[in-house]
């Protein structure tokens, strides 16, 4: 990497980012879309488009949690990494602090993306297996023109003995750690330029159990520390639930219900929310009240059901369905399956609204109350 | 399943179907020779669903790919131990009577669905080369073999899927594929390692419902490796916690989760996340689960012990040693550092190895076994593909 190293007092000359709009949250994301075009053919004519991301907007304030839980396939990666612009986005846009993230472009990009980082899930494929440990902590310091020298050197130690490791490991190879100590040097990385925001990318999927706990504790004392918000992407829901002060729930590329983490654990509205709850096998020796078995897979994202894309795995539309007259349903098939559902559910895309219950809590559901 | 009749007034014990008695494995590589299964002892019956619980390093895989034989020698080797399924010692038989008892006796699947189907033979082709293998039919029969098993195992039309490459199938679709093929034969044990860790909730709770069903139906035995704690509860009759190559606790599942008496096992407990339990911060257990070329002395658990600290600092410094981790150092009783704990019978049908836990001063070690099934017999509730109001917990 051959960025020119900036002198220290570059940060104090640069008046950028300017100073924050009144009241517009940390992250605002609006109607953000992620497509990845599907290529066929010889000339590779674009076919058709996987909708990874289709129209998802919400909002982190500074110092909280949200938590964005979905099975594989329903887009949730893609929409971090679209955030942070890993991943070009189709239309929409990510604000941070109300300055359009995707309208810079160069080192006012740069400087921008000092604030928002990410944490990935393989703390494996994540490191750099040629650089060693201080090396890599060093080099978005010396990229942003932040520290040099020894003064580097103190942070790289300090960055490391506050994510629980010794400083003389600076000099050490990633493939000299455990799979806790580099998802620590993962973490450690994105606190080097001191962000505000940080998208966690299932930072604990790949661990074992008494080390994901150390890492939730570890992430849970740094937001009390430095204020960060996060945006933390998992497939668990009780780790969602530990770590979350909102949850949003993703399918097939579309938030369809989000809540406060109490109101949307204790009060969901939306089936596909009660089914991922119920389907979680609970620790404990007391039989559990019931479970909604989800029939079928996600569909894929290249060519997602019409209507709400749900219906075809709902048991609530099909209950629905049951009681109500003929004129109100119809017949569908899915996967060679023929069920009887709602009209509504299959011709048109309900909309995030509010539900009873908790102000804030939206459900993406024609059904639901 | 034997029957047992209501009015008998001694019930026989019955038979376990597979029983490992002190079975120790060894791994050599140059002049360094670890052992990641120390004496190890398990019994599964017949219709018992046996978990074996523990992070990842601690030998669960390990036992299991060694019950089949299927521990590449060099570098493995039986240190010690008898596999006795049906009564028979497993490790002495011939490899050609060991490929008899594999695939059809004892089935096993695996945590990845992809790496364990062969890419470049039909999924069909695939299940009737077990079923031939084991079973004299010939190949048109041994299709409608496979197509029913592939029925069986929820796969829409197995006629048609069954000249799929494995490619073409979802994970969850591959896994029912591979449990297909495991039942294919009628095994009278299923080893199941870890077999929905690669999957979503949702799929795994369908997949987990299968073998509960399946179960059932054949009254066949599985032993089910995890590390998921939800899974073992909701899917196990007996359980037994594995920590740095050795059992470290072993009980009936009802009575492990209300009352977990290992320090290692209680920490990994407090160390989950529960649903609709907010705790600001998890109780973590420090340190790392230790390498099998590395093994503390004494009670391997030690270093990362909070019983063995409180018990070091209340009986004060003189009864102490000063244990150096890779999180610092610690005082524990010079009882965990210089003596390894063996399995006890601390409480009725419940097994540690603590020299801590109650009880165990004045136990006797004996073999752990629990014949009884789980409390419950009546299967979970399950209500597909219909929902009642508030259908969560």
């Given amino acids: 990497m051959t960025t ?46 996987v909708k990874a991301v289709n129209g998802v907007s919400f909002e982190i304030a500074a110092g909280k949690t949200l938590g964005l839980v979905g099975e594989s396939g329903c887009g949730k990666t893609t929409v971090g990494r679209t955030m942070l612009r890993l991943v070009p986005a189709t239309s929409g846009s990510v604000e941070y602090k109300g300055l359009d993230f995707f ?34 902590l060093a080099e978005p310091l010396l990229v942003h023109g932040i520290a040099t020298g020894r003064e580097k050197d103190d942070m790289v130690a300090s960055l490391l003995s506050r994510v629980g490791l010794d400083p003389s490991y600076a000099s050490r190879y990633p493939h000299e750690f455990s799979g806790g100590q580099r998802q620590r040097i993962g973490i450690a990385r994105a606190l080097a330029l001191s962000p505000d925001f940080i998208v966690c990318d299932e930072p604990v999927s790949a661990l074992d159990v008494s080390i994901q706990s150390q890492i939730l504790n570890l992430l849970a004392d740094l937001r009390q520390e430095r204020g960060i918000a996060y945006l933390f992407i998992a497939h668990n829901l009780a780790v969602v639930e530990h770590v979350s002060d909102d949850v949003a729930v993703m399918y097939l590329g579309r938030i369809v219900e989000k809540a406060s983490s109490r109101e949307l654990y204790s009060n969901p509205k939306h089936p596909y929310t009660s089914a991922l709850l119920s389907a979680i096998p609970l620790p404990s020796a007391k ?18 059901p019409p209507g709400c894309p749900f219906h075809p795995r709902c048991s609530l539309t099909r209950q629905k369905a049951a009681e109500a007259g003929a004129g ?9 399956v023929s069920l009887r559902v709602m009209r509504q559910c299959c011709t048109e895309t309900p909309p995030l609204e509010q539900k009873t219950g908790e102000p804030g809590h939206v459900a993406a559901c024609w059904l639901a109350e | 399943m034997p029957s047992t009749p209501n009015f008998a007034p001694e019930i026989p014990m019955p038979k376990p179907l597979l029983e490992l008695s002190e079975l120790s494995i060894g791994f050599t590589t140059g002049h360094r020779s670890i052992r990641p299964v120390h004496d190890v002892c398990l019994s599964i019956y017949p219709g018992q669903t046996v978990a074996l619980v523990g992070e990842s390093g601690c030998g669960k895989s390990v036992t299991a790919l060694s019950i089949l034989r299927l521990i590449p020698s060099p570098p493995g080797h039986v240190l010690g131990g008898r596999v006795l399924f049906e009564g028979r010692d497993l490790l002495a038989l011939s490899e ?30 695939q299940i009737v080369e077990a079923v031939t293998l084991h079973q ?10 496979a197509e029913k098993s592939m029925r069986d195992v929820g796969i829409a039309d197995p006629h048609r899927r069954l000249l799929d ?12 594929v591979m449990i297909a093929m495991a039942l294919s034969c009628q095994p009278k044990l299923l080893i199941a390692d870890e077999p929905t860790t690669a999957l979503d909730v949702t799929i795994q709770a369908q997949i987990l419902e299968l073998l509960r069903s399946l179960q059932q139906e054949r009254g066949m035995s599985i032993l089910l490796i995890t ?20 059992i470290v606790e072993h009980a009936n599942v009802g009575e492990l989760f209300e009352n977990p008496q290992h320090p290692y096992t209680q920490g990994l407990f407090r160390a989950v996340p529960r649903l609709g339990v907010k705790a600001s911060r998890l109780v973590a257990i420090p340190g790392t689960v230790p390498n099998p070329g590395r093994f503390p002395p004494g009670c391997k658990f030690h270093p990362r012990c909070a019983l063995a600290a409180s018990q070091a600092s209340a009986a004060g410094a003189v009864q102490g040693v000063e244990v150096a981790t890779d999180t610092g150092t610690v005082c524990v009783p010079k009882q965990c550092h210089a003596t390894e704990p063996d399995l006890r019978e601390t409480s009725r049908e419940h097994w540690a190895a603590c020299h801590y836990v109650a009880g165990y001063a004045k136990a006797t070690a004996t073999v752990p076994r629990s014949a009884s099934q789980r409390a419950t017999e009546v299967p979970l509730p399950v209500i597909p593909m219909a929902m009642g109001e508030g259908g969560a917990p």
């Fill in chain 1, 4 to 49: 020119p190293v900036a002198p220290i007092e570059y940060r104090q000359q640069a008046g950028f980012p300017p100073p924050p709009a009144k009241d517009a949250p940390l992250i605002r994301v609006r109607d953000l879309h992620t497509f990845f075009p599907i290529r066929r053919g010889l000339l590779s004519r674009t076919v058709g488009y």
């Fill in chain 2, 136 to 145: 004299h039919v010939g190949r048109n029969e041994a299709y409608a073999i």
């Fill in chain 2, 96 to 125: 050609r009577e060991m490929q008899q008892v594999r695939g059809k006796d004892i089935a096993m699947i695996f945590q990845e669905p992809m790496t364990s189907l062969n890419p470049v033979f039909t999924i069909g082709e």
């Fill in chain 2, 227 to 246: 590390h998921d704690l939800g899974v073992v509860a909701e899917n196990a009759d007996v359980a037994a916690v594995m920590y740095a190559s050795r």
């Fill in chain 1, 287 to 304: 039989p559990r009240p019931r479970r909604i078995v989800l029939a079928g897979e996600v569909p894929s994202p290249a060519n997602p």
């Fill in chain 2, 165 to 176: 490459y494995p490619h073409q199938l979802s994970g969850g679709m591959r896994q029912r």
């Fill in chain 1, 328 to 336: 109100d349903t119809v017949q569908t098939y899915s996967a060679g």
């Fill in chain 1, 103 to 136: 309208a810079f472009s160069g080192s006012e990009l740069r400087r921008l993306r000092r604030h928002m980082q990410i944490v990935f899930q393989d703390p494996v494929g994540s490191l750099n297996p040629r650089m060693t440990i201080g090396n890599m």
